[in-house]
C-alpha cells in the first residue's frame, strides 16, 4: 500500500526547470554565461578541503560581509539555499492555513509553490497591459488574512521593473503589519535613471515590514552553488532562523559568496554586457515586429499568447532553447552576442513572421 499523502499536493504546480540538451543554445535559466572568477574557484576548491565538517549554519562571515557592503545590521541579513529557500521561509513565518499571500500574475513560478506548501491561499493580480506589476491593484486587494506580498522587481518573466518612487507610494498604501518581499534577484542588471532605482534595501531601512531579496545566482554567476540571501528587519529575520533548514547553504557556497562580494566590481562590470545585448535583442525583434517590454533584466518577454508553446518548439527545434510559459508568453535569456544572434535569426527570418504578428495583434 503506498503511503498517504496529503492530498492538496495533487493540486501544487511542479517546479519546471528550464531544459538543456547537448549542442542547442540554452537561453532557458536566466544564467550567466561566464564561468566563476579564478579566486571565486579558489575559494570553492579550498572549501571543498573541509568537506567533510558541516559548515557554519548560520553563515556568519558571509552574512557580515553582506551587511559590511550594505550598510545594514549583521543581524538583518539571513542567508539561504538561493533564495527561492528564502521565499518558502518567509511563506513559513508568516502563513497558517488560510491565511492570503498575495502576488502579481504572471510573476516567479515559486510564489505559488511555496503558497501552497504552507497551506495558504494565492491572491493573485494581473499585470497590466503593459507586462507591469500593477501596484495599486495589488494594494487594493489586501485583505485582513493578507500576511504576505511578493513583488518581484525587475518581474520574472516579464523583465519589467516599476521605479523607487512607485514602490515608496505603495508601501505607504500597504498596512505595516504585513509583509512585503522584495524579490530583486536581477538587481544588478537594471540601468534606471538616478533618483528612481529600486532598492529594496534603502526602502527597508525605514520601513520594518520590507523584505528584499537578492541572490549570487544570476549576475554573480552561482547558479549551481545555491546562495541568496535577505535583507530587512532583524525581528523578522530572526524568525528565518526558526524555520531554515540547518547547514542548507554548504561550506563551498559560504567561500563562493565570499569570494564573490570581494571581485563585486569585476562582477558587476559583466552585467553592462548584458545590459547592452538586452537592448539589441529587444530592438531586432521590435524591428521585426514583435511586441517586447523594455527589460531591467538578462531576458527579453515575448507575449506570444497560445502562440507560445509553438514559438518554443520552433526555436528548439532550430537549436535554441527558451522557455514558454502556458498561454502567456516566452522568456528569452540574454545570452553570448552568437547565441543571441542565433536566436534572432530563428525569430526573425520569414517563416517566423506569423509569431511577430500574433504578438503585435494582441
Ligand atoms: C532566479 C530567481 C531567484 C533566485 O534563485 P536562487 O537560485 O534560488 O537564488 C529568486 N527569484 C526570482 C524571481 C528568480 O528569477
Excluded at 554565461?33 to 565538517?53: I, N
Excluded at 528612481?196 to 526602502?203: I, K, T
Excluded at 547547514?247 to 559560504?254: E, H, L
Aim: glycine content about 6%.
Amino acid at each position: 500500500m503506498t503511503a498517504r499523502i496529503r492530498p492538496d499536493l495533487a493540486s501544487i504546480p511542479l517546479y519546471v526547470p528550464g531544459r538543456d540538451f547537448p549542442g542547442a543554445y540554452k537561453l532557458a535559466s536566466n544564467e550567466t554565461t561566464l564561468g566563476p572568477l579564478p579566486s571565486v574557484a579558489k575559494a570553492v576548491a579550498e572549501a571543498v578541503e573541509l568537506a567533510h565538517r558541516y559548515p557554519d549554519n548560520r553563515s556568519t562571515e558571509l552574512v557580515a560581509a553582506l551587511a559590511e557592503a550594505l550598510d545594514v545590521p549583521a543581524e538583518g541579513v539571513s542567508a539561504g539555499c538561493g533564495s527561492v529557500a528564502i521565499c518558502q521561509e518567509l511563506a513559513q513565518i508568516t502563513c497558517v492555513a488560510g491565511d492570503e499571500v498575495l502576488y502579481a500574475w504572471r510573476s516567479f513560478e515559486m510564489y505559488p509553490i511555496v503558497t501552497q506548501v504552507v497551506g495558504a491561499t494565492a491572491v493573485t493580480v494581473p499585470l497590466t497591459e503593459g507586462h507591469v506589476h500593477d501596484l495599486d491593484a495589488i494594494a487594493a486587494a489586501v485583505t485582513d488574512r493578507t500576511r504576505l506580498i511578493f513583488i518581484c522587481n525587475p518581474n520574472n518573466p516579464t523583465g519589467t521593473a516599476v521605479g523607487q518612487r512607485a514602490l515608496e507610494s505603495f508601501l505607504d498604501r500597504v498596512p505595516p503589519h504585513i509583509l512585503v518581499v522584495l524579490d530583486e534577484a536581477y538587481f544588478e542588471y537594471q540601468r534606471f535613471p538616478e533618483g528612481d532605482r529600486p532598492d529594496g534595501v534603502e526602502l527597508g531601512r525605514t520601513r520594518p515590514n520590507v523584505v528584499t531579496l537578492r541572490t549570487f545566482s544570476k549576475a554573480y554567476g552561482l547558479a549551481s552553488i545555491r546562495v541568496g540571501y535577505a535583507v530587512g528587519d532583524p525581528a523578522v529575520i530572526a524568525n528565518l532562523g526558526k524555520v531554515h533548514v540547518p547547514f542548507s547553504v554548504s561550506r563551498v557556497a559560504q567561500a563562493a559568496a565570499i569570494a564573490s562580494l570581494q571581485s563585486q566590481a569585476e562582477l558587476l562590470e559583466r552585467t553592462d554586457a548584458v545590459v547592452a545585448e538586452r537592448v539589441r535583442v529587444r530592438d531586432a525583434l521590435v524591428g521585426a515586429g514583435y511586441d517586447v517590454p523594455p527589460s531591467e533584466a538578462n531576458f527579453v518577454w515575448l507575449p506570444l499568447g497560445s502562440q507560445s508553446a509553438d514559438f518554443s518548439a520552433a526555436s528548439a527545434a532550430a537549436g535554441v532553447l527558451v522557455r514558454p510559459y502556458g498561454v502567456d508568453g516566452v522568456r528569452v535569456t540574454v545570452g553570448d552576442p552568437h547565441e543571441n544572434d542565433a536566436f534572432l535569426e530563428f525569430a526573425t527570418n520569414a517563416a517566423s513572421r506569423r509569431f511577430a504578428d500574433v504578438s503585435a495583434n494582441r
